[in-house]
């Protein structure tokens, strides 16, 4: 027989308890609300004040409703007063002794039937529960923040957890209007275990001074299509919560890419918590803001150096690729010349470009007269020696080394002194292409990303022997044309890779260790982290078989070996099965 959970008790009015009741409420559900003092219900009562008149004036909530909401709602500071409940939701502080003592007073004062749920988001419930004399009737039920509105809930079930105690809690969960995931208790659950790893891992190209904060957080929102940048995500959490999960994380994985880098320490010894404080990796206008002021003065790569001129650039490659970047530079009014292997092949990309360009004048976001303009800016041609008067070529040709370095060459040979050579490798290096020409000072990564047109990300990729103004070139360059770039040193998967490979990397090896269905780990990662896909939609997208390259050359560069490829990937791209593409990846696509 399925439970009532009519009455329910929430333990703890910080931001997230304030908004699990809040929650609750909303729903008819009748709240006894404990806080340890006076002070602390107060700013509980607060929160939950503020966030529904928030919504009251924004149109989403009726007056009405609020007083409804509110009512339902009674504080005290008595834990006793919660020997009614039906289910009780403890979110305090993340301490472990803290949790396990509050535990074994609730087992005293609630019914011995009534399921005791904490709000963790990386202890283990096991250790929680075996402090309650019900460890059977113990879960983990983790909200996100703000929970008002974030749709996700992780059910965390242990080894004890009896079966029926979690069918109730996911059948409460979606009564609440959340979506469910059901887990198994490991640190960090489904969305923490993947976004924490992630994080720590901007951190450390922060610290190293590998790429600004700046560029590290536009990679991924302009790359990646994410709601936040990875350090300033991080000031939203909060540094010194980032710590402790990533420390129990540890403790429990040791691996080492959960090791908190040392800066974050640094950080909050120095009371640099992110916005709560005012200041962490940005700083903020006032402690609890989200409004970012500039803090150190920023100089740009072309204020101090002089900018070469760029009027034709050249363009060696057939592909979606080399077509979409011939695009955006045609449509921003730059000659270019498209050099193909054969004519055949040249106007086959010509074509290609035609036919994108028709897409935008059907759609109306092009006019005929426009269209034919840009045309005729390209001119297709099959010896490189056509190159000869390019001030900036882009190598957009297959991803072997070998051939990267060929056209390199070739390019060396026929190309006018002071022209910008660069190859937009997504993960090679580029002082390898630089190292067959006799100029590697002007030889640069200019990463575009898929589609070209579309996307508005350039990672600008410096080797050790890249001119400054060669760099401040093509920023440039970029700008000029719509896009935005963001610079970074010459190392396998230069920032957007890196971050993410790793990430989708441990999202295998959490699937195959049986954790969690790829179908839950996705939706954690879409409807808790507000990415725009879960890691196995966007494995199948990219194609099993590239994502495994780039492992291997992640891993191959960093020796790291929580970098190692899941050995699930490896098998499903010996099995053929490569995504999307295949028609089987993770998911089968052929029914």
Same mark, same amino acid.
Request: proline residues 5%; negative net charge.
């Given at each position: ?9 929430? !333990? ?10 809040? #929650? ?13 003092? +006076? ?16 919504? #009251? ?13 509110? /009512? ?22 993340? &301490? ?15 019914? +011995? ?21 019900? @460890? ?11 929970? @008002? ?6 059910? !965390?079930?242990? !080894? ?40 720590? *891992?901007?951190?450390?190209? $922060? ?15 302009? =790359?990646?299509? $994410?709601?936040?940048? @990875? ?9 010194? %919560? ?7 994380? $540890? ?36 402690? /609890? ?8 003065? !920023?100089?740009? +790569?072309?204020? #101090? ?18 077509? =979409? ?24 990309? #010509? ?50 080394? &070998? ?21 937009? %490798?997504? &993960? ?86 049986? $954790?969690?269905?790829?179908? /839950? ?12 896909? =879960? ?11 590239? &994502? ?16 190692? +490829?899941?050995?699930?990937?490896? *098998? ?12 089987? =990846? ?6």
């Amino acid at each position: 027989m399925t439970r009532e959970f009519t009455v329910v008790g929430v !333990v703890g009015l910080g931001t997230m308890g304030a908004g699990i009741a809040e #929650v609750l409420a909303r729903s008819g559900v009748r709240v006894v609300a404990v806080e340890v003092d +006076p002070a602390g219900i107060e700013r509980g009562r607060g929160h939950v004040e503020y966030s529904t008149g928030r919504a #009251v004036a924004k149109g989403k909530l009726a007056e009405d409703a609020r007083a409804r909401l509110l /009512d339902l709602i009674t504080y005290s500071t008595a834990l006793t007063d919660l020997a009614d409940a039906d289910l009780v939701i403890e979110a305090i502080p993340e &301490s472990l002794d803290l949790k396990a003592g509050l535990f074994a007073e609730l087992d005293r004062i609630v019914r +011995p039937e009534v399921v005791l749920a904490s709000n963790t988001s990386s202890l283990s419930i096991t250790q929680i529960s075996v402090h309650a004399g019900r @460890p059977g009737k113990v879960v983990g039920l983790h909200f996100f923040n703000p929970a @008002p509105v974030q749709r996700l809930t992780e059910v !965390v079930r242990t !080894v004890v957890t009896e079966p029926d105690v979690v069918t109730d809690v996911v059948d409460f969960a979606r009564r609440l209007g959340k979506e469910p995931v059901v887990i198994g208790d490991r640190a960090g659950f489904i969305a923490n275990a993947l976004l924490f790893g992630y994080l720590n *891992h901007a951190v450390a190209m $922060y610290e190293s001074r590998y790429a600004t904060r700046e560029d590290l957080d536009a990679a991924m929102r302009f =790359g990646c299509g $994410y709601p936040m940048g @990875p350090l300033a995500l991080l000031d939203l959490i909060g540094l010194d %919560t980032a710590f402790e999960i990533l420390e129990t994380m $540890y403790a429990q994985s040791r691996n080492r890419l959960h090791a908190p880098t040392p800066i974050l320490k640094q950080m909050i010894t120095a009371g640099l918590l992110g916005r709560k404080s005012g200041r962490g990796f940005y700083t903020y206008e006032a402690p /609890d803001s989200p409004t970012v002021v500039p803090d150190v003065p !920023v100089t740009s +790569p072309e204020e #101090v150096a002089s900018v070469r001129r760029v009027r034709r650039v050249g363009v060696v490659g057939t592909g979606t690729m080399a077509t =979409g970047i011939v695009e955006v530079f045609a449509r921003k009014g730059f000659d270019v010349v498209l050099r193909a292997r054969s004519a055949e092949k040249a106007e086959a990309a #010509v074509g290609k470009v035609r036919k994108s360009l028709e897409r935008q004048v059907t759609k109306g976001r092009l006019s005929e007269e426009d269209r034919d303009a840009v045309l005729g800016r390209v001119a297709p041609v099959v010896e490189f020696a056509e190159l000869a008067d390019c001030d900036l070529v882009i190598e957009a040709v297959a991803e072997e080394l &070998s051939v990267k370095r060929a056209v390199f060459a070739a390019l060396d040979e026929v190309v006018k002194p002071g022209a910008v050579l660069a190859t937009t %490798t997504s &993960s090679l290096p580029v002082i390898e292409c630089a190292a067959v020409t006799a100029r590697p000072g002007d030889v640069i990564g200019l990463h575009f990303f898929n589609p070209a047109p579309v996307m508005k990300l350039v990672e600008v990729v410096a080797t050790i022997a890249t001119a400054p103004d060669v760099v401040a070139t093509a920023r440039a360059v970029c700008l000029e044309i719509g896009k935005h770039p963001v610079h970074c040193g010459d190392r396998a998967g230069f920032i957007v890779n890196a971050l993410l490979f790793p990430y989708l990397n441990d999202a295998v090896k959490m699937l195959e260790a049986h $954790y969690a269905e790829a179908d /839950d780990i996705d939706t954690a990662m879409k409807v808790g982290c507000g990415l725009p896909m =879960g890691p196995f939609e966007l494995l199948d997208v990219v194609g099993l078989d590239v &994502s495994l390259a780039i492992e291997r050359t992640l891993y191959n560069e960093f020796h790291e070996a929580g970098y190692a +490829p899941a050995p699930l990937l490896e *098998h499903l791209v010996t099995a053929g099965r490569l995504g999307r593409k295949t028609g089987k =990846g993770f998911r089968d696509y052929s029914r």
